[in-house]
């Protein structure tokens, strides 16, 4: 044996050091969105830089960038503890290790602090943050001091931005719970370019994207085909609150005299807080032979409002806004996202199961089980009808129970109806007004009822419907045909027999047909064309059912 002593394994520092490195450059400066002093109108915004791709990032220490956003200025702030002069040219592993073992190193020639020399510190040390920012963000304004960033806000509130927009719904969060202090109103706004106060405004909103988004749609100003929607936040005052606010006034009026400067809070007063909550964009294109095709380009929700619930709201109004239009013949968007998607399939599919489609109107074989009765509630409730015919005809006095309560039904229907018109005729101003918007609601129901008459659908079975039967639909629904082949496999899901295996057969071919047809462009081995197709199919199975469970309990 050899009695030689053992060599000590040499632990190379430089390892831990880098690997100390690696993780500062893995870290990622992110400032999130608040709202800081200065009104609604300003936003901070989250500047993602990594320290692999900007080397300089590396020299300081506890380094925070954030930029204050309105329509008219940019305040631009700045802030670390210790950086390295940029003439030095030390390794960050050394640099590190400096500071970790805080060893008496004279910082006078390398490093710069706040105490020491502040025009270097702006100079040196400013001037290339500064250099890779200002190329994102508009070179007029740019302002570093607060003092003047908060008076050039104040000048803006006072401006009014922007109140001239059309609007288009009300409503507030959470829906399940009643309407309380906590409860959040929005309200959503379509503007067109020509709307806006002023071209500052309008740029912001596309910087806006720019920051957000990846690969945004930007337009140019005065563009004639361009909509934007806008999601605001407002405080909800609430009639009890009202009611109550009118009381104190009739008291304070009979005493001193002060209920005359005080005002009563409405629900939605002039002097309302409106906070920018979230921005869309749709422009049209030309649809042969004639009409519009228009296009969502763009959808965002600002992280503090992304929810579901408010997701769903916001795009429900969107699509509200063209149906109106008879000009646009088609809605389709080249949003690509899945949350995008998925808000989107649930409107469409309860747009289709408003007009009843997709509703299996030949006999399939679970109607055929409830026509013989082998189900229970359908024999209870045959029972039951037979005893009350039975009970009607028994009496004497009548002449049939069935007749008199059809009559009696058909009077009370009658009386309804004199009501409602005598209602309508009564109202002077306010009644008028509701009474005519009433009428050109039931003449637009009417109007949809004859385009599905006219347009001659016929009857179809689920794995029998055809092209032409989809064109026919896109052209009463406006939906695309692409979509509407998504919603009928949707509710062929939700009415789908498992124990019949041929079914289930054409259902697959059908939704993987459609997925291939969607994902043409991505290049994938024809090896694991197979595997790939069914990772797709259970994954849209998946979503089906999530689509489903959201629009029952709506």
Known sequence: ???????????????????????????????????????????????????????????????????????????????????????????????????????????????????????????????????????????NRILFSEKQFLVETKKEISAKWPHQGETLTRYALPFDKPISKTSQAFRVVAFKTTDFPSKAYFYMLQQLLS??????????????????????????YLEDQQSVNEGKNKNKSKGKGKGKNHKTKSKFTPKQKMVLAGISTSSRYFRFPKGYRLR??????????????????????????????????EITSDITTTSFSFIRSQIDLRICWYF???????????DKKMATGTNDKNKEIKENKEKEKEKGKGKGKGKGKGKGDGKKEKEEEIEIEKE?????????????????KDRADEEKEIEKVKKIITS?????????????????????????????????????????????????????LCVKKRLHVENAHFLYPPCNRKEWLEEMYRMEVEQFILILKRCKRK
């Not at 305040?75 to 950086?83: H, S």
């Not at 590190?96 to 105490?115: A, G, H, P, R, Y």
């Not at 988004?213 to 407002?234: A, D, G, H």
């Not at 062929?492 to 019949?500: E, I, R």
Request: with cysteine; proline share 5%; hydrophobic share 30%.
């Open 1 to 139: 044996m050899d009695n030689s002593p053992t060599k000590k394994r040499r632990i190379n520092p430089n390892t831990v050091n880098r690997r100390a490195d690696l993780q500062q450059k893995r870290k990622k400066i992110m400032l999130h969105q608040t709202m800081p002093v200065g009104g609604s109108n300003v936003f901070r915004l989250p500047l993602r830089m990594v320290t692999g791709e900007w080397d300089f990032l590396s020299k300081y220490k506890n380094l925070s960038v954030s930029l204050h956003f309105s329509p008219l200025c940019r305040y631009l702030f700045i802030r670390f503890d210790k950086g390295l002069h940029p003439k030095t040219n030390w390794n960050t592993h050394q640099k590190m290790n400096l500071i970790q073992n805080k060893k008496n190193v004279k910082f006078d020639d390398t490093f710069l602090t706040k105490k020491k020399s502040i025009k270097g510190f702006k100079k040196l040390k400013v001037k290339k943050i500064y250099e890779k920012i200002t190329p994102l963000i508009p070179k």
């Open 211 to 236: 920051w957000f988004l990846i690969n945004p749609k930007l337009y140019t100003y005065n563009s004639e085909q361009l909509r934007i929607y806008l999601l605001f936040e407002c405080k909800l």
């Open 296 to 329: 969502f380009e763009n959808f965002l929700i600002f992280p503090p409002y992304r929810t579901q619930e408010n997701e769903y709201k916001f795009l429900e109004a969107i699509y509200k806004d063209p149906f109106n239009d008879e000009s646009v013949a």
């Open 356 to 366: 009843d489609w997709f509703k299996s109107q030949k006999k399939s074989v679970t």
């Open 420 to 436: 409602k018109e005598k209602e309508k005729g009564k109202g002077k101003g306010k009644g008028k007004g509701d009474g005519e």
């Open 456 to 508: 001659n659908i016929p009857k179809f079975d689920f794995g029998e419907i055809t092209k032409e039967i989809i064109q026919k639909m896109s052209f009463v629904s406006k939906l695309s045909e692409n979509q509407l082949l998504k919603c009928y496999q949707i509710s062929w899901f939700n009415q789908l027999d498992m124990s019949d295996s041929e079914m289930i057969r054409k259902f697959r």
